[in-house]
T-cell receptor, first 116, second 112 residues
Framework: AQKVTQAQTEISVVEKEDVTLDCVYE???????LFWYKQPPSGELVFLIR??????QNEISGRYSWNFQKSTSSFNFTITASQVVDSAVYFCALSDSGAGSYQLTFGKGTKLSVIP | DAGITQSPRYKITETGRQVTLMCHQTWSHSYMFWYRQDLGHGLRLIYY???????DKGEVPDGYVVSRSKTENFPLTLESATRSQTSVYFCASSESYRETQYFGPGTRLLVL
């Protein structure tokens, strides 16, 4: 069965520090998709990135970067030079055909607090 | 472009009452989903729909009913609300089963 583990429940960093949020997944499929979503204190879920299992290239978007390693089943997310506005809960999610429909399976989230 | 909207945003009801949460999307996405978010459980799928008149159960469907007569709408009904259904409910939509799911703003439901 598919599973997503975000072992870090809460992380606190001081502004301008770099921080990495870990995500480990389990799936039996060879074709699957990985996602990161951000949930700021206002409560909405904001899509950040989608990755398919055939594309292991790391991606950088501004201060955000993602490291996808199939060998360790990990899809980690790094924020460089963190800012207070980065304070949020971050969810990693997996979509595969395990449930027959490419449903999203979410990790339990990592709460990031950036202290000014 | 409104995207995906949910109503009401906040709802207080009593045990045993019927409650319907509305979800509307303007993208003509085929797939729509309902999740609930609870502390300690993250987000869990309640029901999803691949197209109008096609729905299927997710991880936690008990106590909920859905329908999808039009592509753009996907209401979720709690037939007889229970305290355990106090939660934040999110609706989402995607173009296809492989594509990114985009979420509505959520509905906070309190069952007394």
């Amino acid at each position: 069965a598919q599973k997503v583990t975000q072992a870090q429940t809460e992380i606190s960093v001081v502004e301008k520090e770099d921080v990495t949020l870990d995500c480990v997944y389990e799936t039996r499929d060879t074709t699957y998709y990985l996602f990161w979503y951000k949930q700021p204190p206002s409560g909405e879920l904001v899509f950040l990135i989608r990755r398919n299992s055939f594309d292991e290239q790391n991606e950088i978007s501004g201060r955000y970067s993602w490291n996808f390693q199939k060998s360790t089943s990990s899809f980690n997310f790094t924020i460089t030079a963190s800012q207070v506005v980065d304070s949020a809960v971050y969810f990693c999610a997996l979509s595969d055909s395990g449930a027959g429909s490419y449903q999203l399976t979410f990790g339990k989230g990592t709460k990031l607090s950036v202290i000014p | 472009d409104a995207g995906i909207t949910q109503s009401p945003r906040y709802k207080i009801t009593e045990t045993g009452r019927q409650v319907t949460l509305m979800c509307h999307q303007t993208w003509s996405h085929s797939y729509m989903f309902w999740y609930r978010q609870d502390l300690g459980h993250g987000l869990r799928l309640i029901y999803y729909s691949a197209a109008a008149d096609i729905t299927d159960k997710g991880e936690v469907p008990d106590g909920y009913v859905v329908s999808r007569s039009k592509t753009e709408n996907f209401p979720l009904t709690l037939e007889s609300a229970t305290r355990s259904q106090t939660s934040v409910y999110f609706c989402a939509s995607s173009e296809s089963y492989r594509e990114t799911q985009y979420f509505g703003p959520g509905t906070r439901l309190l069952v007394l």
